[in-house]
């Protein structure tokens, strides 16, 4: 049993940046692939970033990359997402989520129903 929590969530103007982080609690965190996913109203929850369980490999939507870094932290059961370049589209409910595997490319292709856990969400809101 994996509990997620997420933080760092809140209003920023378009251009700017916000960090969230993800504190993972239980057993054999680093057993995990780590995701993190986005949801707005009336719309399917979307995948955002992901990383393998050992952080060797890293994977991002086609609309956040280059400006997105997601990373890890094994020892300290934390899982981060760094988003700079902020956009109005951006907007929505972040999720973490985990995924128990050890495989070397975890979110090749990234669907919400592949993940076992999943943390209750924190809100970014991008004014334009």
């Known amino acids: 049993q994996v509990q997620l929590v997420e933080s760092g969530g809140g209003l920023v103007q378009a251009g700017g940046s916000l960090r969230l982080s993800c504190a993972a609690s239980?057993?054999?965190?680093?057993?995990?692939?780590m995701g993190w996913f986005r949801q707005v109203p009336g719309k399917e929850r979307e995948f955002v970033a992901g990383?393998?369980?050992?952080?060797?490999?890293?994977d991002y939507s086609d609309s956040v990359k280059g400006r997105f870094t997601i990373s890890r932290d094994n020892f300290r059961n934390m899982v981060d997402l760094q988003m700079n370049s902020l956009k109005p589209e951006d907007t929505a409910v972040y999720y973490c989520?985990?995924?128990?595997?050890?495989?070397?490319?975890?979110?090749?292709?990234?669907?919400?129903?592949?993940?076992?856990?999943w943390g209750k969400g924190t809100l970014v809101t991008v004014s334009s």
């Open positions: 989520a985990a995924r128990r595997t050890y495989s070397t490319r975890p979110f090749s292709t990234p669907a919400p129903k592949d993940m076992d856990y």
């Open positions: 239980g057993r054999a965190f680093s057993s995990y692939a």
């Open positions: 990383i393998s369980w050992s952080g060797g490999t890293t």
